[in-house]
T-cell receptor, first 113, second 108 residues
Framework: NAGVTQTPKFQVLKTGQSMTLQCAQDMNHEYMSWYRQDPGMGLRLIHYSVGAGITDQGEVPNGYNVSRSTTEDFPLRLLSAAPSQTSVYFC????????????FGNGTRLTVT | SQQGEEDPQALSIQEGENATMNCSYKTSINNLQWYRQNSGRGLVHLILIRSNEREKHSGRLRVTLDTSKKSSSLLITASRAADTASYFCGGSNYKLTFGKGTLLTVNP
C-alpha cells in the first residue's frame, strides 16, 4: 500500500517556468489537499478538494492552480514560477472532510532561481 | 486564518522526562489533531480529539481539549530520543490548517 505519493522529490526551476507537482493516493480518499512549508511559517494550506471535480482555495492560493479529474490524483500547477514559491510542498489526503486524519506524502522540495 | 498555534516554539528535555506542548486556535472546530514531523519528512498523524471530548489517550500520549478557552495540550510521557521531532496541531472545521509547530528535542 503506497499511501500518498508525490513526484518529483526535488525540482529546480527558473523564474517564469511552469511545472506540475504530482500527487497520487491509492486509499480511495475523497479529500485531498496541498500545503507549503517554509521556515518560520509552518504549514499553509494552498488548495483542497472534497472530491473529483471539486476544488477550493486555501490560505495561500495565488500563483497555483489545481484540478481533480479523478479520485486518485490531485496535481498542483505553477503557471509562472517565482522565487517566493521556493518551498517544500506536501500533499495530503483523508477519508472525509470532517473528523478524519490526514495522510501526508513525503514532500517535493522546490527551488526557484 | 490559522487554526492552530503551538507553544512553546522549542522545547528541550532529558530522556525519561515528560513533554507538554500547547495549542491555541481561533474559531470553532469539529476536531483538533496533533501531528509529528521528523526532519525532511511528511507529517504523521498522532491523535484526533473531537470537539465534544475533553481528554484522550493513546499510548504515551495524552491530549486535552478546552473549547471554552480554544486550547489544547499534548503531553508525551517518559520521552525517548526517538520522540525528537516537530509537533503540529491543526484545528478542523471543513479544512485543516496548522501553526508553526513546536520543535521537541529529547536528549539522551
Amino acid at each position: 500500500n503506497a499511501g500518498v505519493t508525490q513526484t518529483p522529490k526535488f525540482q529546480v526551476l527558473k523564474t517564469g517556468q511552469s511545472m506540475t507537482l504530482q500527487c497520487a493516493q491509492d486509499m480511495n480518499h475523497e479529500y485531498m489537499s496541498w500545503y507549503r512549508q517554509d521556515p518560520g511559517m509552518g504549514l499553509r494550506l494552498i488548495h483542497y478538494s472534497v472530491g473529483a471535480g471539486i476544488t477550493d482555495q486555501g490560505e495561500v492560493p495565488n500563483g497555483y492552480n489545481v484540478s481533480r479529474s479523478t479520485t486518485e490524483d490531485f496535481p498542483l500547477r505553477l503557471l509562472s514560477a517565482a522565487p517566493s514559491q521556493t518551498s517544500v510542498y506536501f500533499c495530503a489526503s483523508s477519508w472525509g472532510q470532517y473528523n478524519s486524519p490526514l495522510h501526508f506524502g513525503n514532500g517535493t522540495r522546490l527551488t526557484v532561481t | 486564518s490559522q487554526q492552530g498555534e503551538e507553544d512553546p516554539q522549542a522545547l528541550s528535555i532529558q530522556e525519561g522526562e515528560n513533554a507538554t506542548m500547547n495549542c491555541s486556535y481561533k474559531t470553532s472546530i469539529n476536531n483538533l489533531q496533533w501531528y509529528r514531523q521528523n526532519s525532511g519528512r511528511g507529517l504523521v498523524h498522532l491523535i484526533l480529539i473531537r470537539s465534544n471530548e475533553r481528554e484522550k489517550h493513546s499510548g504515551r500520549l495524552r491530549v486535552t481539549l478546552d473549547t471554552s478557552k480554544k486550547s489544547s495540550s499534548l503531553l508525551i510521557t517518559a520521552s525517548r530520543a526517538a520522540d525528537t521531532a516537530s509537533y503540529f496541531c491543526g484545528g478542523s472545521n471543513y479544512k485543516l490548517t496548522f501553526g508553526k509547530g513546536t520543535l521537541l528535542t529529547v536528549n539522551p
